[in-house]
């Protein structure tokens, strides 16, 4: 293979090499003026959020954030394989050179560049094997300068590097067809399912050349699954490649494409259980809105796109006509290649949910450029004309020309936006204001989508995640959401008992982050919170954006908030742990999800809020209870007993098994109408420490039932 590289780079040739050197400055410098500005503006969610899970690696000191819904323990430790049901944690790959920078968010910039840069260089490099030298140009310009790729791809929400993968995979097996060798077949089969694992959605170039080359090259299918060798190397490629998505949906009975199937064959069972918390209309519906969205993609320009594809078709039509006259249509099927696999594609993407962002048609390059690219050729060759080939090239201009004057009016209005909403600045000021003012990450609530990846990116992951924001996103209305605020803030300070809680708030973004804001300022003063807007942080031009509100007597809103939730506890009345049991009402902090006939501890300290209805006589607490041993590995589980921060007992489960414990609560402790009870865990440990499992929960208790007494 490096024998068949050194012959490649021979054949280049003195000429060629001036023309690489012209065309690697030429389009290095492309790359700096389309990216220009792109380091001077705000970071958006979507970013960073999942970059943020390579902190970690990165700086030991950092805290811990993980969105991973699955993980494999080798060897003792645990790998992350997918982050949602269809994002793979290979996602993280391109991603990781970011080590190399003291600064990450000049590094994540810097990175968007390059990859963009060494995409149109393959890209060139590769199609300038098969075309000469002024058509692989005018190709790679038009590519570069597609509107399908800006202003996403600036801001990370696309990609480029799918072109690395798919034009190295191809020359890969290209060689393969011209030289048999298996190493050649591995390596385009592999790199292909690598860029499956790394972006999801490359599944539908992989499904659209597949049919493709059925279609088109059934000798080569044929030479290929007639060979053991040929199948076994496929097969080890493809596994190796795409080994994420192979462990994840064996494991999780096919999660990845569940949306995808149910969508097209199960419609009314899809619309019950939608995915990325969005309400997809019917299937037809849903590729009208797309069409619609696709034409916004260009702005007012988007007619005239339609009417270029158009025009394609209708000249691809005419070639086709007279090559059938001719009896010739298969001589030039290589032509047809890039046509089929982009209306594939195209229709791939129709019908998957939730595409409805330009991001999610990157795919289509680059196969639509080298549609265009085959007409022009295939016209040149059948009818024979110079005109043809000199009108090819003005067509490459005139579009090349188009592609520039939209993508460029797109850069500029993404530059303007970049200082508006979530692409504000004023996050760094924010940031600013936090470090100045000393104010400790673990005070900070976050109940709105944006901000707390965002800061916990700027600080190199030194910044605990506090966020109610997944829990107001799934919150059906106001009532709801007011519901978790109050329960998160009685766990909240139990845990830390701290005075102050900060909440920084975008106000009036759109209609949820206005109902937000709504939401946690009238809870908190309903019930009793002091509560002042301390800093207001301006987009750029001017108009404030992010309030920065304290909360400064935290202890008092908890009370208040404990004595109007908390229900009266009848004695004898037996508080039940297990699935749709009553505990929930009393549990405040430290609890896992009930099970079918018991309620895991969850930390090194749960807390039960009892109003009881006489608090002046004392009270007898019968608990039972299996403790988590390890299997074996824990000698015993410690339990303190406190009641309204005052030990009333110590418990020593050192056995397997169902329990039950049972202690005296003076009435001299019981304080107020509410009584706090917790249950203090020194032993408890997550199954995952112990290697285990990949569960994280510190496991102590499995409490079954509560019993009190007078």
Known sequence: MIKDIRIFVSSIGTNRHIQYIFTILFFYLLSIILFWNNFFH???????????????????????????????????????????????????????????????????????VLYFFLSIIVFFIILSRFVNFKFSFLTSLLLATSP???????????????????????????????????????MGI??????????????????????????????????????????FVIVSALTLGFINFILYNLYSDFASFKPLISRIFFPS????????????????????????????????????????????????GLVTIKLIKQ?????????????????????????????????????????????????VLLSTKIYKLKNIHVFGVAIFIILIS?????????????CEDRGKGYFSPAIFDLDEYIDKHQIDSKNILFVQWGMYSQLYFLNKGEFTIKSLVFQFLGAEDSQERVVLLEKFLISNYIENEQEELYFPIYKGLDTKSKQIYEDTLSSLSLHGGKIDLIATFNETNGEPLIYLFKLSNTGAVVKNIQKSSTPIYKYGRVMSFERNGTADQYQIAGWSNPEKEFTWTDGHKAVLAIKPENPNSDLAMTITASPY?????????????????????????????????????????LTGEV??????????????????????????????????DE
Request: with cysteine; net charge neutral.
């Open 42 to 112: 705000g970071i958006q969610f979507d970013e960073v959020y999942r970059v943020n899970n390579l902190i970690p690696f990165f700086n030991p000191y950092s805290e811990p954030y993980t969105q991973a819904i699955f993980s494999i323990n080798i060897f003792g430790t645990f790998i992350p394989i997918a982050y949602k049901s269809y994002i793979s944690s290979a996602t993280l790959l391109p991603h990781v050179p970011l080590f190399f920078w003291d600064d990450y968010l000049m590094g994540i910039r810097d990175l968007y």
């Open 327 to 375: 009896n010739r249509l298969y001589d030039y099927k290589n032509y047809y290649f890039c046509l089929v696999n982009s209306i594939l594609i195209l229709a791939f993407i129709l019908i998957t949910p939730n595409t409805t962002r330009a991001g999610h048609y990157c795919f289509l390059i680059p196969f639509i450029q080298l549609t265009i690219l085959s007409l």
């Open 148 to 186: 399908i790729l800006f202003p996403e791809i600036r801001f990370g929400f696309a990609y480029s590097l799918h072109i690395v993968i798919l034009s190295i995979a191809f020359y890969f097996l290209y060689l393969f067809k011209l030289k048999k060798k298996p190493i050649y077949l591995f």
């Open 402 to 414: 188009l592609n520039g004057f939209i993508t460029g009016g797109e850069i500029t209005q993404s």
């Open 675 to 708: 009584q706090l009870i917790t249950l203090e865990l020194l032993d408890a440990k997550s199954p995952k420490e112990l290697g285990q499992s990949g569960d994280v929960r510190v496991l102590g208790l499995a409490v079954r039932s509560l019993v009190i």
């Open 190 to 231: 592999f790199l292909l399912f690598a860029g499956a694992n790394i972006y999801f959605y490359f599944l539908w170039v992989i499904a659209s050349l597949l049919i493709t080359s059925i279609i088109f090259y059934k000798d080569f299918w044929k030479e290929i699954l007639f060979s053991p060798k040929n199948v």
């Open 269 to 316: 069972e899809y619309e019950l259980n939608p995915i990325d918390y969005k309400f997809s209309p019917p299937l037809i519906e849903d590729i009208i809105r797309k069409f619609d969205a696709i034409m916004n993609f260009f702005g007012d320009f988007g007619y005239i796109y339609l009417a270029i594809g158009t025009i394609t078709l209708l000249l691809f």
């Open 629 to 669: 041993l390890g299997g074996g590995k824990i000698k015993q589980q410690q339990v303190t007993i406190k009641v309204n921060g005052q030990t009333v007992d110590r418990w020593v489960f050192d056995q397997a098994g169902i329990q039950e414990k049972r202690t005296i609560i003076p009435c001299t402790i």
